[in-house]
């Protein structure tokens, strides 16, 4: 069965040079295409596409809006001119952003991230089997680490992330100024940092345990994490054991 696909954006010519560079995938069909958010809601709720390409700044509904209205969650590739929402998008799950003007072979990268991630649902499965083992050997971890924004490189010191959330095959770094986003999976970064310090509380989700406020115990048993800045997380079963052993 083919991937379908459908195309949103108000420039002719980016969705003609879309239409182009999808011509290269045998496996992919393109069922439609969009100038407006309104129609691409309309679309996307009809023909329940596999993958979105949407733009972001449209007239009467942005990219942003029509996720907010569509009743499905397809993989969204963002294409635009405008970096600055490049974390607004990866916190709305999306699997990639590319920019404009539109390169072939970043927007084959893209594309080829979506197809993995459709057929690899549970790819993070191996993260969490890794965990649970406790195959934690290194005998040192990172003090640094360099974080891209727009085309600058930043040297980040790992005490001053508050937490990391997992995003499809990236993962945002949060810290008390701002925020990053990493091409690198959270169980990659995982094996990087600290396990005294950094400890993973849900499958999508590590923290900072010098930026942690404090811990909320549920009548079900379950318990949430919040943090110094106030942002809560939902601690899952599996990761319960490793908030337990802290407590004395």
């Not at 407006?36 to 733009?55: H, Q, W």
């Not at 001119?81 to 916190?91: G, L, N, P, V």
């Not at 986003?181 to 990659?188: M, N, P, Q, R, T």
């Not at 048993?221 to 997380?233: A, L, T």
Request: charged residues 30%; glycine residues 4%.
């Amino acid at each position: 069965m083919k991937t379908t696909c459908i195309i949103v954006d108000d420039e002719k010519l980016a969705r003609d040079l879309l239409r182009e560079y999808l011509e290269s995938f045998d496996d992919i069909e393109l069922v439609a295409e969009c100038s407006k958010g309104s129609e691409a809601v309309e679309k996307i709720n009809k023909l329940k596409p596999d993958i979105v390409f949407l733009d972001v700044q449209m007239p009467g509904m942005s990219g942003f809006d029509v996720l907010e209205e569509i009743d499905q969650e397809p993989h969204v590739i963002f294409t635009t001119a405008y970096d600055q929402y490049a974390i607004k998008a990866f916190e709305k799950n999306a699997v990639d952003y590319v920019l404009k003007p539109l390169d072939e072979e970043r927007f084959r990268l893209a594309v080829n991230r979506a197809l993995k991630r459709k057929t690899q649902e549970n790819s993070t499965i191996d993260d969490l089997l890794h965990s649970l083992r406790g195959e934690t050997k290194r005998s040192s971890y990172e003090s640094h680490v360099f974080v891209q924004k727009s085309e600058k490189l930043f040297n980040l010191p790992v005490e001053e992330i508050i937490f990391l959330e997992a995003s499809g095959d990236y993962t945002i770094i949060t810290t008390k100024t701002d925020q990053f986003v990493s091409s690198s999976g959270i169980g990659k970064l995982e094996e990087i940092l600290n396990p005294e310090t950094f400890i993973r509380v849900h499958r999508s989700t590590i923290i900072n345990l010098n930026s942690l406020k404090e811990i909320e115990r549920h009548f079900n048993g379950g318990m949430v994490v919040k943090m110094q800045n106030g942002k809560s997380f939902p601690v899952s079963r599996t990761y319960a054991k490793l908030i337990r052993k802290k407590v004395v």
